[in-house]
Structure formats: C-alpha cells, structure tokens
C-alpha cells in the first residue's frame, strides 16, 4: 500500500478525509523523562523557581494538542473534543507523560497526542534544566487508538509491530 502522503508522482499532499465518515476517535501516547533523581524530586515537589513544573508542561500538552496542524505540515486542524497529560513517576528517575485525546471527525488524532506528549516533556525538561542539563527525553510512542477505517490498535497487542504497509493505513 502506498504512503498516503503522497500522490502517484511521489508528490506530497494533505489527504482528503471528505469522504470518510464522522467517527470517535482518540489515541493516547507517552513520552519518558530520565532524570537525576533529584530533579525528579524537585519535579514532584512541585515548588519550583518557575512554578509548578507539571502543572505548566499540562498546559503546554494540552496546547501541543490544539496546534498539531500548525506544527506537522500535513496534519489536518481538528476540532478536539478532549484532552488530558498525565503523569507517572518511576522513582528513581523517570517521569512518563501520558497524553490522551479525543475528537469526533474524519481523521485520528495519534499525531495530537504524539505532540501532546512530546510538549509535554520539552517543558518537563525546560523547566528544570538549569538543575539537570543531562536529561534525556525517550520512548516517545503511540500506545493505543480507536476509531477510523483502521480500528482499533495497542501497542501491546501481539500483533503490534508493524507491518508492511500499516503506516498508510492510518488517518
């Protein structure tokens, strides 16, 4: 199957969705920060110079989310319906940013998730950086989605690894 992303000369394009039908979509993804354990402790605090540090990276998630379509070139603008960033510590050095979202329309929304994410642990780590310059971002991934011509898929379902083709069969 070929990249939809492209048309039959290899050009790029924006897909056209018209003609798929309105369905509930979400997707949820993570991003992992990998810190000193100190910092992580500083992050829990939630005390720091700049405020509290996940409390400004939700917000910047949440923000991520609402701009994917500025941001990914051939992303479509989607009207969400929902989003949350969530955090889990893994003492004793890592903070996991879940992100979750959802929207009625005719495409999904992985990539607002995915940024959602990924925001989310830029600012994780932009925050504290003046205390931790070696911290690392990792493990930036899709863990599920539903809704769509593809359906439903987990990231831990056996059959998660990708197969030839899969990537185009998306949005």
């Known amino acids: ?7 039959e000369t290899g050009a790029a394009r924006m897909v056209d969705v018209a003609a798929k039908p309105v369905t ?3 997707a949820v993804a ?6 000193r354990p100190e910092t992580l402790d500083l992050i829990l605090a939630g005390d720091g110079k700049k405020g509290d ?10 923000q991520a989310a609402k701009n994917t379509g500025s941001l990914i070139p ?3 603008p989607l009207p969400l319906d929902g989003v949350t960033v969530d955090f889990t510590s893994a003492p ?8 979750s979202v959802t929207c ?10 995915l940024c959602a994410a990924s925001v989310a642990a830029l600012t994780v780590y932009d925050m504290v950086k003046a205390v931790d310059r070696g911290m690392t971002v990792e493990s930036v991934r899709l863990l599920k989605k539903s809704g ?10 056996p059959t998660a690894a990708p197969r030839s083709g899969d990537a185009a069969a998306g949005a």
């Open 74 to 76: 051939l992303c479509h």
């Open 148 to 157: 769509g011509r593809s359906g439903d898929w987990r990231a831990d379902a």
């Open 24 to 26: 509930q979509r979400t």
């Open 92 to 99: 004793p050095d890592r903070l996991t940013v879940t992100a």
């Open 30 to 35: 993570e991003a992992t920060v990998v810190c």
């Open 53 to 62: 540090v996940r409390q400004v990276a939700r917000i910047a998630g949440i």
């Open 1 to 7: 199957m070929p990249l939809t992303h492209f048309d």
């Open 104 to 113: 009625t329309g005719r495409t999904g929304v992985e990539m607002e998730a």
